[in-house]
C-alpha cells in the first residue's frame, strides 16, 4: 500500500518537474518581451524629443546641421529614412504609427538597430547604438530642456505635462536647495553641468541613475528619474513557487491517497478473515471505483465459495439420501432373486434391478452436470446462436417422449423478432441443456399442453417455457431452484426426477449473465422464463453479481 502512495507521488513529482520546466521556459519568454518593452519605454521619451528638433528646422541645412548635433549627443549616427528603405513589416509599421519605438536586436553583431517614425509624418528617425552610457542621459536631460526653450516660461507646466506622457521614467523640476547631492555634484551644476547620479546602496535589481540638468537661471534643477536597472523575473521565485507547490501536491496527495489506502487495508483485513475461514467476510463495495469493483467480486468470491461449501453439503445430504433407495431395491432384490426359481419372475426382478441401475446412472450424470456449473468457471464457449432452429430440433427431439402431450412453438413471437435479434449470444450446448430440462419438466406437469417462446426485450433475449398444469404457488418459487429441493416428495418421485434439473438451469443462466424466474401463464399452469444478454459483454464476470444471485 505504502507503494502506491509512492508511485502516486513520484508521478506528481515528475508532473511537477515538468511543469517547472515549462514555467521556466515561460519565464525566460517573459522576460525577454518585458525587456522589449523596457528598453522601448526607456527610448520612447528621447527619440520624441529628437524627432520633435528634427521637425523644427526649417532648410535643408538646419535640418543637416541638427542631425549631426544628435549624433554627436547620442554617439551615434542619425539619419532620415523612408519607408522603402526599411523593410517594415506590417506589425512594425503598425507599432510605429501608434508612436512606440522600435529596436531590431543583432545578438550576434552587439547591436541595435532604433527605428522612430517622425509624428504625422512617413519619415522614420533611425541609428544604431552598440550600447547605453551615461553620455544618452545627458542628451535626454539637454533635448528636454532645448523642447521647453521653444516655449514662454508660462507654457512650460502645460509642456512639461505632455513631455512627460512620452517617458517611461519620473520627470521632475526640483528647487536646487532641495536637491541631496554631494559638494562637488552641487558645485558642477552650478557651473550649468549635466549631472548623472548613481544609487548603488541597495541591491542591484534596486539601483537606480538619476540625471540632473539646471533649468536656467530659474533655480531649478531638471530631473529625470529614477531610473532603475530592469529587474527580471528571479529564478529563486520560481524555484520557491515550485517547492511550496510540491509541498501542496505532497499534501494533497496524501489526503487523496490515505482514504485509498485505509480502504485497501480494510479489503486486506477481509481477505484475512476470508483465509482464516470465515465464510461471512465482506469488504465494503459502496463506491463505485476500481477498488469498489474489486470489493464487489471479492464479496461475490466470498459468496459463491460459501454457496459452493453449502452446495456441497447439501449435496452429501441428498446424495446419501438418493442412493440410498435404489442401492436398497438392489440389495433387496439380489436377496430375492437367490430364492426365486422360476425363470420368469426372475428375468422380471433382474428387469427391475436394471432398472434402479438406470436410475443410479441418470443420477449420477445429474450430480456430475452440477458439480461442474459449480466449478466456478466452466468453459462455456459463446457464439451467434439461432434460437427458432434451436426450439425446432428440441421439439423434434421431445415429442417422441412426451407421452401425448403437445409441444408447440409460439410461431406468433418469432415472426415479431426483427432478423437480427433471432441470434443470440450463448453457447449452443448448455442453451439446449435449458431447454431440455425445462420443457422436461413441464411434461411431468402439464394437462395437454407446452408451448416454447423466443423473443427480445431491448438487449435483452427471452426464453420462456410455459404449461397448462397446476402451477407452482408463489410462496414456493424460490426454493424450487435449490439442489434436490422436491415440493411434493411423492409426486415428484412419482413422476421423476431428482431436483436437480432447475438448479442446473439457474446455474447457466448466471453463467450467461443471466437470470431465470419462474411465474403464473395465462393457462394458469408455470411460466418458467430466462433472459440473459443477447450480446456477450467480454470482460464482465459474474463474481461482482454472485451476492445478488444468492
Not at 533611425?126 to 547605453?132: A, I, N, P, Q
Not at 450430480?367 to 425446432?392: K, N, Q
Request: glycine content about 8%.
Amino acid at each position: 500500500m505504502n507503494s502506491i502512495f509512492l508511485r502516486i507521488y513520484g508521478g506528481m513529482l515528475a508532473a511537477i518537474l515538468l511543469v517547472g520546466m515549462l514555467a521556466y521556459g515561460t519565464v525566460q519568454l517573459v522576460n525577454s518581451y518585458r525587456a522589449d518593452v523596457y528598453r522601448e519605454t526607456m527610448a520612447r521619451g528621447t527619440f520624441y524629443l529628437m524627432a520633435r528638433g528634427l521637425q523644427r528646422q526649417k532648410s535643408a541645412d538646419e535640418l543637416e546641421r541638427w542631425r549631426q548635433v544628435l549624433g554627436r549627443l547620442m554617439s551615434a549616427e542619425i539619419n532620415l529614412r523612408v519607408p522603402a528603405e526599411l523593410e517594415l513589416t506590417e506589425d512594425e509599421a503598425e507599432r510605429l504609427a501608434s508612436g512606440r519605438v522600435l529596436m531590431r536586436l543583432d545578438d550576434d553583431q552587439g547591436h541595435a538597430d532604433i527605428i522612430f517614425q517622425l509624428p504625422g509624418e512617413l519619415r522614420y528617425l533611425t541609428t544604431r547604438m552598440k550600447k547605453v552610457s551615461e553620455q544618452q542621459a545627458r542628451a535626454t536631460a539637454l533635448l528636454i530642456l532645448d523642447e521647453l526653450s521653444q516655449f514662454p516660461s508660462s507654457q512650460w507646466d502645460i509642456e512639461f505635462e505632455r513631455i512627460q506622457s512620452h517617458f517611461g521614467y519620473p520627470l521632475n523640476r526640483v528647487p536646487f536647495e532641495k536637491l541631496n547631492l554631494d559638494r562637488e555634484q552641487l558645485l558642477r551644476l552650478e557651473r550649468r553641468e549635466v549631472v548623472l547620479a548613481i544609487d548603488d546602496s541597495a541591491s542591484r535589481e534596486q539601483s537606480s541613475v538619476q540625471v540632473y540638468a539646471p533649468i536656467g537661471s530659474t533655480g531649478r534643477v531638471l530631473v529625470l528619474g529614477p531610473m532603475r536597472l530592469f529587474e527580471q523575473y528571479p529564478v529563486q521565485m520560481l524555484i520557491m513557487v515550485g517547492g511550496l507547490g510540491l509541498i501542496a501536491m505532497g499534501l494533497a496527495a496524501y489526503l487523496l491517497v490515505r482514504p485509498l489506502q485505509a480502504r485497501l487495508f480494510s479489503l486486506g483485513q477481509a481477505v484475512e478473515r476470508l483465509g482464516r475461514g470465515d465464510l461471512n467476510a465482506r469488504a465494503d463495495a459502496s463506491s463505485q471505483d476500481a477498488i469498489g469493483q474489486l470489493a464487489a467480486t471479492f464479496n461475490g468470491m466470498t459468496a459463491h465459495i460459501r454457496r459452493l461449501i453449502e452446495s456441497q453439503r447439501e449435496m452429501t445430504r441428498a446424495v446419501s439420501h438418493e442412493l440410498r433407495t435404489p442401492v436398497a431395491r438392489l440389495r433387496f432384490g439380489l436377496e430375492m432373486l437367490v430364492d426365486i426359481d422360476e425363470v420368469s419372475e426372475r428375468r422380471s426382478k433382474a428387469e427391475a434391478m436394471d432398472r434402479d441401475i438406470d436410475q443410479l446412472d441418470e443420477l449420477i450424470d445429474e450430480i456430475l452436470t452440477f458439480a461442474r456449473l459449480e466449478e466456478g468457471s466452466p468453459a462455456i464457449d459463446f457464439s451467434r446462436v439461432s434460437m427458432p432452429d434451436l426450439l425446432e430440433r428440441l421439439c423434434e427431439e421431445l415429442v417422441p417422449i412426451s407421452g401425448g402431450i403437445r409441444i408447440e412453438i409460439d410461431e406468433a413471437a418469432l415472426a415479431a423478432l426483427p432478423p437480427e435479434d433471432i441470434y443470440a449470444s450463448g453457447s449452443e450446448r448448455y442453451l439446449h441443456r435449458v431447454l431440455q430440462n425445462l420443457v422436461t419438466n413441464a411434461l411431468r406437469y402439464a394437462a395437454s399442453n407446452v408451448v416454447l417462446r423466443y423473443r427480445s426485450d431491448g438487449e435483452l433475449a427471452v426464453l420462456e417455457v410455459e404449461d397448462d398444469g397446476p402451477g407452482i404457488p408463489e410462496a414456493d418459487r424460490a426454493r424450487i431452484f435449490k439442489p434436490f429441493a422436491r415440493l411434493d416428495e411423492s409426486r415428484q418421485r412419482k413422476s421423476g426426477g431428482y431436483g436437480l434439473g432447475l438448479s442446473i438451469v439457474q446455474r447457466i443462466a448466471e453463467w450467461h449473465g443471466g437470470r431465470v424466474s419462474v411465474h403464473q401463464g395465462e393457462s394458469g399452469g408455470a411460466l418458467f422464463r430466462m433472459t440473459w444478454p443477447r450480446q456477450h459483454r467480454v470482460g464482465s464476470h459474474v463474481l461482482g453479481q454472485a451476492d445478488n444471485n444468492l
